[in-house]
């Protein structure tokens, strides 16, 4: 069976006084019945690690570069993640591919170092609206996870996010049966090509709310969302984690 997992992904907002979010994080959901990710901003990963130490929510990166070490101003290895405490790292999300130019290829080296690393990678695939409106939602999302996943993947190391570009941070939520279709292909394809594509977790991502997360996590091959906007506050962020430990898988 897939793991469940709410993550958060907190892009690129909150500073020190944010972590208070976590307290109340803490307070509500203390054993949670998934697995709980925030992943903040890198300057909060080793002091949210700190206070999460010792208990059920995890702690991630956004992004990691692909090589160990050298020459590149601003960026971070995945080793000196998980010496900061994360265990998960977000990888190709569609603002590191738009705003960064990120290419599969680039997403698959930064996957095969942070897996290397021992981080769990959440790999991040979606289609715009432009090519769901062409019909090629299926063969962009699924040239992406071809393109971005390691061939050593297994569920233990990798997690798909799927996340429709034009769902994301705009309010606009695909269909139920969009989301099935294109989960059910994902784990298609993974069981295709590793075999054990049905323990892979499969998540959502796109305005995922506490409004709706009950009927996402209802929809076959959903194994839990990543969510922004609303993992910022833990108020809504543990409406989501309690839809999560509800669903039947
Ligand atoms: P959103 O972002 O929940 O704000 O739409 C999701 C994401 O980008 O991971």
């Given amino acids: 069976m897939p793991a469940k997992l709410a993550a958060g992904n907190w892009k690129m907002n909150g500073t020190g006084a944010a972590l208070t979010e976590i307290e109340a994080l803490q307070s509500s959901h203390p054993a949670p019945g998934c697995d ?9 990963i080793a002091r949210m690690a700190d206070m999460t130490s010792g208990s059920a929510i995890a702690v991630g990166g956004q992004d990691c570069h692909a090589a160990a070490g050298g020459a590149h101003t601003g960026d971070i290895a995945a080793t000196m993640l998980t010496d ?20 599969s290829a680039d997403v698959l080296a930064k996957a095969v170092a942070a897996t290397e690393a021992g981080l769990v990678a959440i790999i991040c695939i979606g289609e715009t609206l432009e090519e769901r409106e062409a019909g090629r939602t299926l063969e962009v999302v699924l040239g992406q996870l071809e ?6 993947s297994s569920a233990e190391t990798v997690v798909i996010a799927y996340e429709p570009v034009w769902a994301i941070g705009t309010g606009k939520v695909a269909t139920l ?7 059910a292909a994902i784990r298609d394809a993974l069981a295709g090509r590793f075999g054990d594509g049905g323990d892979f977790s499969i998540l959502y991502g796109g305005s995922v709310k506490p409004s709706n997360a ?9 194994d839990g969302a990543l969510v922004g906007g609303a993992s910022l506050k833990a108020a809504d962020f543990s409406g989501i984690i309690t839809a999560l430990e509800a669903s039947g898988g």
């Fill in 36 to 44: 709980v990710l925030i992943c903040p901003p890198a300057t909060l």
């Fill in 84 to 103: 900061a405490g994360a265990s998960h790292v977000i990888l190709g999300h569609s603002e590191r591919r738009a705003d960064h130019g990120e290419s």
């Fill in 147 to 152: 393109a971005s996943t390691p061939d050593a």
């Fill in 177 to 183: 049966e969009q989301i099935a279709e294109v989960h």
């Fill in 214 to 222: 009950a009927e996402i996590f209802g929809v076959a091959n959903v």
